[in-house]
C-alpha cells in the first residue's frame, strides 16, 4: 500500500491544474505540507505521495528499493488518481529522478516535470554525504533533540527549530523508547558515491526521450546539482528551464519554500497555461 495525502482547492472551486508531488528518499509527504496547503489555496489540487519505504507506505517485503520500482509504483498512482488528465509532476531528489526515468521511457505518467535539486548527472560526493547521514542514525535517536542535533551537524547553514514538533512526523518511537527514521533502513544501501555515478551513466541515454516541458529548480549551495549539472542537463534537454534558489541546500523547499514556489508558478502560469487563482496561499 502507497500512502498519501490529496489538498483540495480553497473553496472547493474546480482545480486550476493537478499536481503530483514526490519527496526525495529518506523524506516523506510531509516535506510538502507548506507548498501544498500554498498551491490549493491558489486553485491547485495536490496529490502527495509517500515512496515505498517510506513514511505511512509499505516496506517492500524483498527491500527491492530500485528505481525502476518506484516507477512502477508511479504508473500505479497516476493510473489510479489521474483519470482525464495527467498531473504536473513535482519532484525532489529520488522523486525528480523516478519522474525523469519515466518519462524517458515513454511511461505516460505526466504533462510536464519540474525537478528539485536533481539532474540526470549528480555529484557523488554530495550523494555520499546523504548517505553517511542515513546511515548514522540507523540505531534511532534517544529523543527528538538528539534527532535534531543529528540534522542540524548534516545542515548546519538552516535554523535548528525551537519546537521540535515537527520532527514527529519524519520519525517513529519504537518500544525500546528511541526513535528511528520513518524508512526502511534497508532503504539506505543505495545512497553511496559509486552507485551515483553509475545512475549518471544510466541517465546518460534516458534523459534525451524526455519531450514533456521540464523546469529545474536548483540551490544556489546545493552539493547534489552544480554548474557542471545543469550544463550537463541543458545539453541533452536544451528545452529545460533553470532557476538557482539564493542561499537554498539540497533541501530547496525547505530552505526557501516561498522563492520555490515563486518559481514552481511561474512555470505552471507561463509555460502550462494555469497560473494560480488568487494570492490568498502567499507568504
Same mark, same amino acid.
Given at each position: 500500500m502507497l500512502a498519501g495525502d490529496v489538498w483540495e482547492p480553497y473553496g472547493g472551486a474546480d482545480p486550476v491544474d493537478e499536481i503530483l508531488m514526490?519527496?526525495?528518499?529518506?523524506?516523506?509527504?510531509?516535506?510538502?505540507? $507548506?507548498?501544498?496547503?500554498?498551491?490549493?489555496?491558489?486553485?491547485?489540487?495536490?496529490?502527495?505521495?509517500? &515512496?515505498?519505504?517510506? !513514511? /505511512?507506505?509499505?516496506?517492500?517485503?524483498?527491500?527491492?528499493?530500485?528505481?525502476?520500482?518506484?516507477?512502477?509504483?508511479l504508473e500505479l498512482i497516476v493510473a489510479s488518481r489521474f483519470v482525464g488528465r495527467l498531473p504536473v509532476l513535482v519532484g525532489a531528489s529520488l522523486g525528480g529522478l523516478t519522474?525523469?526515468?519515466?518519462?524517458?521511457?515513454?511511461?505516460?505518467?505526466?504533462?510536464?516535470?519540474?525537478?528539485?535539486?536533481v539532474t540526470p548527472k549528480i555529484e557523488s560526493k554530495g550523494v555520499q554525504r546523504i548517505g553517511e547521514f542515513m546511515r548514522s542514525g540507523l540505531d534511532g535517536f534517544a529523543d527528538l533533540g538528539e534527532a535534531a542535533d543529528a540534522i542540524a551537524a548534516y545542515q548546519p547553514d538552516r535554523q535548528r527549530p525551537a519546537n521540535l514538533d515537527g520532527?514527529?512526523?519524519?520519525? $517513529?518511537?519504537?518500544?525500546?523508547?528511541?526513535?528511528?527514521?520513518?524508512?526502511?533502513?534497508?532503504?539506505? &544501501?543505495?545512497?553511496? !558515491? /559509486?552507485?551515483?555515478?553509475?545512475g549518471n551513466d544510466y541517465f546518460e541515454g534516458i534523459v534525451p526521450h524526455v519531450t514533456e516541458p521540464t523546469m529545474?529548480?536548483?540551490?544556489s549551495r546545493s552539493d547534489i546539482v552544480s554548474d557542471d549539472s545543469v550544463a550537463h542537463l541543458l545539453e541533452h534537454l536544451p528545452?529545460?528551464?533553470?532557476?538557482?534558489?539564493?542561499?537554498?541546500?539540497?533541501?530547496v523547499a525547505g530552505d526557501d519554500n516561498a522563492v520555490f514556489l515563486d518559481q514552481l508558478e511561474w512555470f505552471l502560469a507561463e509555460i502550462m497555461g494555469s497560473p494560480p487563482r488568487t494570492g490568498e496561499g502567499r507568504e
Open positions: 514526490l519527496h526525495g528518499g529518506a523524506q516523506t509527504r510531509n516535506s510538502w505540507n $507548506r507548498a501544498a496547503q500554498r498551491l490549493a489555496m491558489e486553485g491547485y489540487r495536490v496529490t502527495t505521495m509517500d &515512496a515505498r519505504g517510506h !513514511g /505511512d507506505s509499505d516496506w517492500a517485503h524483498d527491500g527491492d528499493y530500485d528505481i525502476h520500482r518506484m516507477v512502477d509504483d519522474g525523469l526515468l519515466a518519462l524517458g521511457t515513454a511511461k505516460p505518467v505526466a504533462r510536464a516535470l519540474v525537478l528539485v535539486d520532527l514527529r512526523k519524519n520519525l $517513529r518511537q519504537k518500544n525500546d523508547g528511541r526513535w528511528y527514521w520513518h524508512w526502511d533502513p534497508r532503504f539506505v &544501501a543505495g545512497a553511496t !558515491g /559509486d552507485n551515483a555515478e553509475i529545474l529548480i536548483r540551490g528545452h529545460a528551464y533553470t532557476y538557482e534558489v539564493a542561499d537554498a541546500g539540497h533541501m
